[in-house]
């Protein structure tokens, strides 16, 4: 009964959470990307007919299994299109995870009721959370998976049985099927048992093995059916077009964003970035050399550092969208603890009166924080209130003249022609028509193979940008293009060369 009323406060905080999520959602649902289409129709495939294809009718490659099979059992308990259901889904979900971050700071080592307070107020305010929870993405998902894990590993720690650490590499294995990046849980848990000093050599080289094994099995299974269905592991990917240096860059400017810090702040982030990760990893390893790794700070530091480290690297090597805030969400509340759970401790260790103003100070820099982000939020719940979240469920696609154009016109379409277009998720979301997205200019043999179709129709939505697509001027340049139908922000075309 204890516990349930020391995290009292936490459902407290969980349920805010969910009314927040509600609220932002609330007039035109949750906020629907390319990546959102990808997952529900996949989802919506496995639910009725058991396979992972998606919209395109392509296997799904580029992401991995979990996060759509998560969305295909609650359409086939509910009988809700994902899509619908979408927005309580993550309301849930960021409920979840706000009650589970306050679990876990209660079994922090030098607990302290405010500093708990505070962080759910800053968790629940998040712009990098809110955003992450109006939007039909799998981060939602592997956050919640990521606090599993904090959770699962600790109690490992207070046993180092075998069977709490196969908990712990189940919950690890499903993540690596959630998100690709979930091998960073793999490498969190790895160095902790690494650093582990209460473990002998033998058990801790048996436990390393046994964790890496069943962690990575799921991913590998992935990973294998992929390249049986496509050819490739995770789809086509490219070189980085962005250096080390500009990572850090990039990394920065979130945190900068995150820290309610001024733009004034972006031409430092990428010395921020060094400093903060830097000064996580001397903690990590300065609490290894005292031997004391084994707690709740060590095991969130240890996934800041990891997960941080991965995505500045794997950057510099492959392409990817730019390091943002929804690519670092992960991290926010790792890296929020890890900045600020040693402020308590070093509080208590002062004896004189002056121990109550440095706490005075401390809380008033935080909710002046909290402000700053506040003000972030209401701008934005006042904008998506009459918009709704951007993306394809906001007004401009809603009320598109183009959108409706389509749906009543249907017919043009002559079954047997290839259709083309440079937004095949939103021809999917709007009409359920397949069709295939025009080829990326750097890859040259499927612009030329493109190039060598006789008969197509290409659907062009003209409030689009997509500077790695061939763009229209340059597909008239080698074909005859004839319009047939047209509206405001889009037109189509039928290609019929003799």
């Known amino acids: 009964m204890k516990r349930y009323v020391t995290n009292l406060d936490s459902l407290i905080a969980a349920i805010i959470g969910f009314v927040v999520i509600y609220l932002f959602t609330s007039y035109s649902g949750v906020g629907i990307s390319p990546d959102s289409i990808m997952y529900a129709s996949t989802a919506t495939n496995l639910q009725a007919h058991g396979t992972l294809i998606t919209f395109n009718k392509g296997p799904l490659v580029f992401f991995p299994v979990f996060y759509p099979f998560f969305l295909a059992v609650i359409q086939f308990i509910t009988r809700i299109d ?40 800053a968790i629940i305010l998040s712009p990098g959370l809110l955003e992450i929870y109006t939007y039909l993405w799998s981060e939602t998902l592997f956050i919640l998976e990521i606090m599993l894990f904090v959770i699962a590993y600790w109690k490992y720690l207070q046993t180092h049985s075998t069977k709490a650490l196969i908990w712990v590499a189940v919950i690890v294995a499903i993540s690596c099927i959630t998100r690709y990046v979930g091998v960073t849980v793999v490498g969190a848990g790895g160095l902790m048992l690494l650093l582990d000093n209460q473990l002998p050599i033998k058990k801790k080289i048996g436990h390393i093995l046994l964790f890496g094994a069943i962690s990575v099995s799921l991913l590998v299974g992935n990973l294998i059916m992929n390249s049986i269905n496509s050819g490739l592991s995770t789809g086509t990917r490219y070189p980085s077009l962005t250096p080390f240096v500009d990572n850090l860059y990039y990394f920065g400017t979130v945190i900068c964003d995150w820290g309610a810090l001024s733009k004034g702040a972006y031409p430092y982030a990428a010395i921020i970035t060094s400093v903060v990760m830097l000064a996580l990893i001397a903690l990590l390893l300065w609490k290894a050399f005292k031997g004391k790794i084994n707690s709740y700070e060590n095991i969130v530091i240890a996934f800041a550092v990891v997960y941080g480290l991965f995505l500045i690297i794997s950057a510099s090597i492959s392409r990817y969208e730019r390091l943002n805030s929804r690519l670092l969400s992960p991290i926010f509340i790792p890296l929020l603890i890890s900045c600020t759970s040693w402020v308590p401790d070093v509080i208590r260790l002062i ?61 043009m ?70 319009k047939i139908g047209e509206a405001k922000d889009g037109q189509v075309f039928l290609c019929e060369d003799k």
């Open 351 to 411: 004896k004189s009166k002056a121990k109550y103003a440095l706490a005075a100070v401390a809380i008033l820099l935080m909710l002046a924080f909290e402000y700053s982000t506040a003000l972030v939020d209401y701008q934005r719940y006042d904008d998506e209130h009459d918009y709704g979240v951007p993306g394809y469920s906001d007004d401009d696609w809603n009320k598109s003249e183009f959108i409706v154009y389509l749906r009543h016109h249907q017919n």
């Open 82 to 121: 994902p899509i619908e259901a979408g927005a309580i889904i993550n309301a849930t979900l960021f409920a979840a995870v706000i009650f589970t971050s306050g679990w876990i700071m209660e079994k922090f080592l030098s607990h302290s009721r405010i500093y708990k307070w505070l962080i759910l107020i």
């Open 413 to 482: 379409f002559k079954p047997g022609i290839p259709i083309y277009t440079d937004a095949d998720e939103a021809v999917y979301l709007f009409t359920r028509m397949s069709s295939t997205v025009i080829p990326h200019k750097a890859n040259p043999a499927d612009v030329q193979k493109f190039y060598a179709q006789k008969r197509f129709y290409l659907i062009w939505f003209d409030n689009l940008y997509n500077t790695e697509l061939i763009n229209l001027p340059d597909i008239m340049k080698n074909k005859k293009l004839v």
